[in-house]
């Protein structure tokens, strides 16, 4: 039977990748990504894999059937990997399009484990995510649209946000979002680029908490140019436990 398999990656260090990631890269002819030149540059410079025989095809970003058709055929005559460019498969990529179109075609879809912001995340929050102590949470990316935020956030529950594109960018405006919405009051985690390291990031796997009207007062004490990539974790109205972590005043 034909197979496509979901091949997770790095999510900023590349000796994070495992290695069943890098068996299949190694042995699959077809690999699927959104970046390939990325995926031949780590291949050939970090990994030393020979790329010449090997077909790298760009995911397209937005919904393209034709494409989706096409790789149907592509895996009919050889099995293929779809190789994330961060973390683990079709979590923040398109290729949920192409994991759905050929499943209901007969294709078999084989997961394979691996990094992830969202678990890495959750890891070092100093929140004890079980039934015990916290019922639930939200997950949700914020682009600059508040619908689905402000859904989570009428439930008073942990959220937590990756932000698709910018986040630092992003952060003084979802800052004043929360507060014009009245959850000025609310604590924000801000975990500062998880799972680098502190000699070339400076803010590294640094995790701050503070409240929403505190950040906004406080947002220019942070360097934000030597900061790659930010995620957060929204705490309920009470919060149920107290972060450690890197705990600001």
């Not at 760009?58 to 961060?86: C, F, H, I, Y």
């Not at 979002?177 to 000025?184: A, E, H, M, N």
Request: charged fraction near 20%; charge should be neutral.
């Amino acid at each position: 039977m034909p197979r496509l398999l979901l091949i997770p990656s790095h999510i900023g260090c590349w000796l994070d990748i495992t290695p069943h990631s890098i068996h299949w890269i190694k042995r699959l002819r077809v690999l699927l990504t959104i970046n390939p030149k990325q995926l031949e540059r780590e291949m050939r410079d970090t990994f030393k894999i020979d790329c010449s025989r090997k077909q790298l095809i760009q995911v397209p970003q937005n919904e393209n059937q034709v494409w989706l058709d096409e790789m149907l055929e592509t895996v009919k005559r050889e099995d293929m990997g779809l190789v994330a460019s961060a973390g683990t498969c079709c979590v923040a990529d398109p290729g949920h399009r192409l994991v759905s179109h050929l499943r209901s075609s007969g294709i078999e879809i084989i997961p394979l484990p691996g990094p992830s912001a969202l678990t890495t995340l959750l890891s070092v929050s100093g929140v004890g995510f079980s039934p015990n102590n916290v019922e639930g949470f939200y997950f949700c990316f914020y682009n600059g649209e508040s619908a689905g935020l402000m859904r989570a956030l009428e439930q008073n529950e942990y959220i937590v946000i990756l932000s698709k594109y910018g986040s630092v960018k992003r952060f003084p405006a979802l800052i004043r979002f929360l507060i014009d919405k009245g959850f000025g009051a609310r604590n924000i985690s801000v975990f500062f680029d998880l799972t680098r390291f502190s000699n070339v990031w400076p803010y590294a796997n640094k995790v701050l908490e503070k409240t929403c009207e505190q950040w906004e007062a406080t947002f220019e004490s942070i360097n934000w140019n030597i900061v790659g990539e930010i995620c957060f974790l929204v705490h309920p109205h009470k919060s149920l436990e107290v972060l450690t972590v890197g705990r600001s005043s």
